[in-house]
């Protein structure tokens, strides 16, 4: 698949332990359906490049504190045409933090952390299984 960026787009990684398979089950697919629909409460995002899953150590990945060791990671990179249409004060991609905390997803599919609640957390520093990373 070839890239496209545009002089304008930002592009951002998203690294869950959330399974968000994009050619698995209904509830795969309907976790990776409710990522996509939060990116576009506030954007359009351009998805060039597939899901990448695999096992890695997670320490690097600023998961929440209980997250520790090896673990199932999805990861997700999109491009979007509005710079800062994520930022919130300082932070270039707070409202995407924001937006995704406590929505709910499907869990016991593939993912090898256990979780206390069955949603996105991004703001918890225990728990938090999603993270966010502006590239460019």
Not at 33 to 40: C, G, P, S
Not at 87 to 112: M, R, S
Not at 116 to 126: I, L, M, P, R, V
Request: hydrophobic share 40%.
């Amino acid at each position: 698949m070839t890239s496209v960026a545009y002089e304008t787009s930002q592009t951002i990684q998203i690294v869950t332990l959330v399974d968000i398979t994009e050619n698995g089950n209904k509830e795969q697919l309907s976790n990776l359906n409710t990522v996509h629909q939060v990116l576009q409460l506030r954007s359009q995002p351009f998805f060039d490049k597939r899901i990448q899953t695999f096992p890695a150590d997670i320490t690097t990945f600023h998961f929440g504190s209980k997250f520790k060791g090896e673990h199932n990671v999805w990861i997700l990179q999109f491009n979007i045409d509005q710079p800062e249409v994520y930022k919130l004060d300082d932070d270039p991609i707070g409202l995407l933090k924001q937006d995704f905390d406590a929505i709910p997803v499907n869990v016991t599919l593939e993912e090898t952390a256990l979780f206390k609640d069955q949603c996105f957390k991004t703001s918890d520093a225990e728990h938090c299984n999603i993270v966010f990373k502006l590239i460019t």
